[in-house]
């Protein structure tokens, strides 16, 4: 049912998170009016029960969000490889954090086998992780274990996917930073998981054939 009210509501709980706050700090906003200046790029799934500032425990101007269905980062997508450039070259962020969690809409989309419409071409890339992954995820028997391996499994590779990108290796060689990470967050009970991705030695493997700056060729 459509709450006709929603409007005023917004409104007026707006009204008064600004009393609250100003009651807390009264240069909040004064403060956040200035120049953003955040270390870390988010980027998570649209689930509208993962709020990255809440579960991070971050106030607002600490880190900068992009959201999209499953978390993906998607070669072709300008929208994501915008935020990331934005983010390295010009706020220079000193980590990229990819959060997946558990329950994920977008991933089990994936792991249906019906048709989507529009969704496909987005769906069709967390299939293309399946496919690599498919020797474990099909051994995993218990599908609920599978589903929970798989959200692991895709958030890592799109950890791989932000290490990929141009502005990430050429900020990296030049300044030793940003470093990627992969956290899985689990709705049950709150808790944030570390993928414990080692980055340098993803970066390392990587680099054999996606580097952009040794101007060897892998024909000869
Ligand atoms: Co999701």
Known sequence: MIDNNFYEKVFAANQHWIKERTAEDPDFFTHLEEEQNPDYLYIGCSDSR????????????????????????????????SVINYAVEYLDVK????????????????????????LN?????????????????????????RFRRFIEINTYEQCLNVIRTGEVQK???KKGYPRVAGWIYDLHDGTL???GIDFEKELENIREIYDLTK??????
């Open 171 to 173: 900020a990296f060689h």
């Open 50 to 81: 993962v709020h990255a500032n809440e579960i991070m425990g971050l106030k607002p101007g600490q880190v900068f969000v992009h959201r999209n269905i499953a978390n993906m980062v998607i070669n072709t997508d300008l929208n994501v490889l």
């Open 215 to 220: 101007g060897k060729s892998l024909t000869e």
């Open 121 to 145: 071409p987005w769906l069709r890339c967390i299939r293309d992780v399946y496919r690599l992954h498919k020797d474990e995820l099909d051994k995993i028997e218990d599908k609920r274990q």
């Open 193 to 195: 998981n570390d993928l």
């Open 95 to 118: 980590y990229i954090v990819v959060c997946g969690h558990y329950n994920c809409g977008g991933v089990q989309a994936a792991m249906q086998q019906l048709d989507y419409g529009i």
